[in-house]
């Protein structure tokens, strides 16, 4: 017998998030029954994601309720999951910390301020699940989704899953060298957040690296030079993520290649060498208005067909099911419904050479017991001392001095970004960045623990 | 009863070095009938060693023999004791490739490239005292003593304890705050090679640390205004060290202080804001040459003296020991005269948070059973995030860079470099060292993995 479960979306005014969870829910019958409360501080979103989500159940018969609140504890109430999606700062709080950086000679940011908001609002929900419904599992789909699981796991009891879309980049590798039909494929990518490598790559039992090697032999350079980006993120077999495989022997997926070096971002003309054209990757100031220009299209469009009650709501979005997989975790986990995924999960073993309380991106078999890691064995060493040890010791230094409120491990930071030519100005930055009005909460945060 | 022990010298060419053991050994009653192996590649050092060796034993009428050979396996038989101070390559090296990095817009050094001879001597020593003298122990006195002893620890069955003077930093400071009977003074400074931090400072059995911050208060100001250092490494006082301890609130000692992060490093002007005048430390090109011109009149120095056969070699060298710890360990090996001193030895628990086949530097017991560490706990969780960890990586980098021979390790390095703009420069500047007639042999054995 199948179970509906209480789900609770954080920050659902993220329209093209929530409205997905809606239709794999109204698609997935072993759910049926269920109850999705969306909570946002926006009442205008919350209103038109209700609005779309509702329709939507109408027109393809479905039974799952919803409810939406702006109170975030109350949302959590009788909850089974949690999904958060939430951003506390957006767009224009990014653009204008990168446009402080510049003042001080930063290219495209270059200082990282390690992400006090996400990381404060995280712990904030984890810590009020612990107490309001300690056995929910927390699907945590914001960003930081390495350095918030790994505080969440590490200063909270509650069960912490990170999703991300990295590990498609499979895909994206598969149609490039020509592999027709991607469900024979099987693969392994394991990793960090943003830092996982081919480890395993098979297509209908036989190794199909040779079919990238063969790729690159033949048609790299020609695709390098005529190929224009179709997406913003579209990067995976860029110049810059062949380099990265001929440094390591294994190809990098998905955000890992947006990654690698700083040397592949100092500035426009090296991105595009790397990350090709028109934009040089998603990272650059090309880019990135594009990119935030197409999900307010999209708020605009779900905000038109909210306002337009005869629209067909299937028509527009469709009725198959999105590639997301938190409703599919959710179905394996509550109904037995058994499937393999890519989870962010703490290590316990997992990945080899990593502590056993960093939270490791691997495959797990997840069904009614639970998310169950496959433990994939380690990385090669070169990958484990330059890309795998330095990501963790960066995750280190972002939650001690997320819990020490040290401002000079921010100076350290500040310090480190390869853009920083001097300690004066890596000083004025960081000072320049903490002056800012939105940046009051994290200022009062962070001391200094004596004069420097 | 006492037991004379066979002590074997690699790089015995080193005059100061050597003519201190010659001292301590002739001062040490307990070793009498010790016998002494120089070994060096250059004939004339060694004649030159052997002859005032011979004199100064003979004017003390000391109990100790000496040899001298430049077959190094053959200094390794039957010894007891194995001292390695050599450098492969000289300063003539170091600094035609700080000239050659130069060119390329680094400053003062700027690209690492992991010391390949160095280790390699090490690595070499090593397996020949496997065979040869397997009950030996190795005292590790040439750089750099944390990779290579964890190297030689991990790849042979050797017994390793690395030596630094770096230590003796803590001397400095006591001298510097008005301590005025260091005999009674009691410290710890434990961390990694060159990267240690006074966890305790305890003055007739008072914390001494707010001596410190009473200097920092009253008269750190004056001194860094007015003070020109004495010697080309008078750092231990320095803004740079302070600005450490602002930052960790633990004091670096020794080395620790010429490390810190590369932004003390920028150029001369901003050494000196650091590390005082008249050369900004002794990593500069001011310093660096009166440092090896200094070496120079020592060795013409000794020279005189063993062309002058009637100069008194005692008046010159006088006759109390030395400051170097290796024949005190060596007798405490020997004859069970047991002392502590700072070694670098595996970890094996010592220092917490630390891999335990890693070489630490730590106080020890030593005695006839051995070098035994003391278990000194942790160092904070700042100073572990930021600087041992790092660290801890960078030797990690070091050594499987050596072992596999892959040159895109050094290409990495070369890259993370903070003086490194561009993939270019990073490429370009490694490319022309690898192409050094100095070279070689290091360019034969890295070979990048794949075309890149």
């Known amino acids: 017998m199948s179970r509906a479960v209480r789900i609770s979306v954080i920050g659902a005014g993220s329209a093209q998030f929530s409205l997905g969870l809606v239709k794999d829910l109204c698609l997935t019958e072993s759910l049926a029954g269920s109850h999705v409360c969306f909570m946002d501080i926006s009442q205008e979103r919350l209103e038109m994601i209700r609005n779309l989500a509702v329709r939507y159940r109408g027109e393809l018969g479905a039974n799952i309720s919803f409810e939406s609140t ?3 504890r109350a949302a959590l109430q009788d909850a089974d999951f949690i999904i958060n999606t939430a951003y506390v700062k957006g767009h224009r709080y990014a653009r204008a910390v990168r446009e402080l950086t510049a ?4 290219y495209y940011g270059g200082v990282n301020l390690g992400d006090f908001y996400q990381l404060k609002l995280m712990l904030d929900v984890a810590r009020d699940m612990e107490e309001i419904c300690p056995d929910a599992w927390l699907i945590q789909s914001g960003n930081p989704v390495f350095d918030g699981c790994t505080l969440m796991a590490r200063e909270t009891g509650i069960k912490v899953c990170g999703l991300c879309h990295g590990h498609y980049g499979c895909y994206e590798i598969a149609r490039m060298i ?8 099987a693969w392994q990518a394991p990793g960090l957040n943003h830092n996982i490598w081919l480890t395993h790559f098979i297509y209908d039992g036989e190794d199909a690296y040779p079919l990238i090697d063969q ?17 913003t993120h579209d990067v995976q077999m860029s110049r810059g993520a062949v380099h990265q495989y001929r440094m390591y022997g294994l190809f990098p997926v ?5 990654r690698g070096g700083w040397w592949y971002h100092t500035d426009l003309e090296t991105k595009k060498r790397w990350f090709g054209e028109p934009w040089g990757g998603p990272d650059t100031e090309l880019a ?5 220009e197409n999900l307010e299209k999209r708020i605009a469009e779900m905000t038109r067909l909210a306002n337009d009650p005869k629209a067909s709501l299937v028509e527009v979005l469709g009725k198959s099911k999105t590639r997301e997989h938190q409703v599919a975790i959710i179905d394996g986990l509550a109904n037995d419904h058994e499937g393999q995924f890519q989870v962010n999960v703490p290590n316990r073993g997992a990945l080899a050479g990593v502590p056993d309380d960093v939270v490791v991106e691997v495959p797990a078999v997840v069904n009614k017991k639970g998310i169950q890691t496959i433990h994939v064995g380690g990385l090669p060493p070169k990958i484990m001392v330059e890309q795998i040890l330095p990501d963790w010791l960066d995750m280190e230094r972002s939650l001690l001095a997320f819990k020490t409120g040290d401002r000079s491990m921010l100076l350290w930071n500040a310090l480190e970004s390869h853009q920083t030519r001097s300690y004066d100005q890596g000083m004025a930055a960081l000072e320049d960045l903490l002056a800012m009005d939105d940046n009051r909460e994290m200022a009062d945060h962070f001391k200094f623990p004596s004069r420097l």
Request: proline letters at 5%; hydrophobic letters at 30%; a neutral charge.
């Open 254 to 258: 998905g955000d890992t290649v947006r």
């Open 178 to 185: 020509g592999i027709e039909h991607p469900e024979r494929m």
């Open 103 to 106: 003042k001080h000679g930063y």
């Open 215 to 231: 790729w690159i032999e033949a048609r790299a350079e020609e695709y390098w030079r005529t190929h224009v980006a179709t997406h």
């Open 288 to 292: 990135r208005p594009i990119y935030v």
């Open 70 to 72: 702006s109170d975030r």
